[in-house]
Nanobody
C-alpha cells in the first residue's frame, strides 16, 4: 500500500526555521516526483516546491524562492523541505504528494499528483 507520512511541523516565530520530512512506503521512490503543497484556512491548496525522481530538477513557488529548499534521500525513502526565514503567510497545512514520473521533470500542479499524505501543520506566529 502506497503511503506518505509528513512530520516536522509546529509553531515557530517569524524568521525561524523548520524542516519537514515526508517518509514514503509501498513504492520505489526512485520513479516518483515528489511535491510539497500547502493549504491555508479558507484558501485553495497551492504548490510550494517539487523535486524530480532523479533529484536533478527542482521548482519553487515565487513566494518561497530563496527561503525553502527541497531535497530527497531515496535510500531513506524520504523527501525534505527545509524552510528558513519563515513568515506568517507561510502558515498552513503542508502536504507531500507523489507522482509517477521517472524523468528529470517535476510539477507543482496539484491535480497532477495521485498520492497524498495527511499533512502537517505549520504555524508562523509571534
Amino acid at each position: 500500500q502506497l503511503q506518505l507520512v509528513e512530520s516536522g511541523g509546529g509553531l515557530v516565530q517569524p524568521g525561524g526555521s523548520l524542516r519537514l520530512s515526508c517518509v514514503v512506503s509501498g513504492f520505489i521512490l526512485d520513479y516518483y516526483a515528489i511535491g510539497w503543497f500547502r493549504q491555508a484556512p479558507g484558501k485553495e491548496r497551492e504548490g510550494v516546491s517539487c523535486i524530480s525522481s532523479t533529484g536533478g530538477s527542482t521548482n519553487y513557488a515565487d513566494s518561497v524562492k530563496g527561503r525553502f529548499t527541497i531535497s530527497r534521500d531515496n535510500a531513506k525513502n524520504t523527501v525534505y523541505l527545509q524552510m528558513n526565514s519563515l513568515k506568517p503567510e507561510d502558515t498552513g497545512v503542508y502536504y507531500c504528494a507523489a507522482k509517477y514520473l521517472p524523468s528529470r521533470r517535476c510539477t507543482t500542479i496539484v491535480t497532477e499528483y495521485n498520492y497524498w499524505g495527511q499533512g502537517t501543520q505549520v504555524t508562523v506566529s509571534s
